[in-house]
């Protein structure tokens, strides 16, 4: 299993940007899949989650109405659009998956992880 994440880099204060995570090597079709991140000096937090096959979602309480997740089945891509970024919001973004159907934020429950890509927001 491979989940490799894209579209990371730097931004200012107000801006949006979607980072994507390729998924391959497993039918991810009624699984949880998710991003979490970590800043420095910081433990890794649940950022949002969506249940593969009932497209049910969840958010962390500091993104919620800014970031929106979502998946082209298809392409078996997930995304994270943010919005109105914020200097708060500079972190490492890990695209995970759980290979079962659990979508919550319980990191222990997370199988599979991807490398991350930055994500910077300057003032």
């Known amino acids: 299993v491979q989940l490799v994440e894209s579209g990371g880099g730097l931004v200012q204060a107000g801006d949006s940007l979607r980072i994507s995570c390729a998924a391959t090597?497993?039918?991810?079709?009624?699984?949880?899949m998710g991003w979490f991140r970590q800043a420095p000096g910081k433990e890794r937090e649940f950022v949002a989650s969506l249940s593969w096959g009932n497209r049910n979602t969840r958010y962390g309480d500091s993104v919620r109405g800014r970031f929106t997740i979502s998946s082209d089945n298809a392409k078996s891509t997930l995304y994270l659009q943010m919005e109105n970024l914020k200097p708060e919001d500079t972190a490492v973004y890990y695209c995970?998956?759980?290979?079962?159907?659990?979508?919550?934020?319980?990191?222990?429950?997370?199988?599979?992880w991807g490398q991350g890509t930055q994500v910077t927001v300057s003032s």
């Open positions: 090597g497993r039918d991810f079709s009624r699984d949880g």
């Open positions: 995970a998956g759980t290979g079962s159907t659990y979508s919550g934020w319980d990191e222990s429950r997370w199988k599979y």
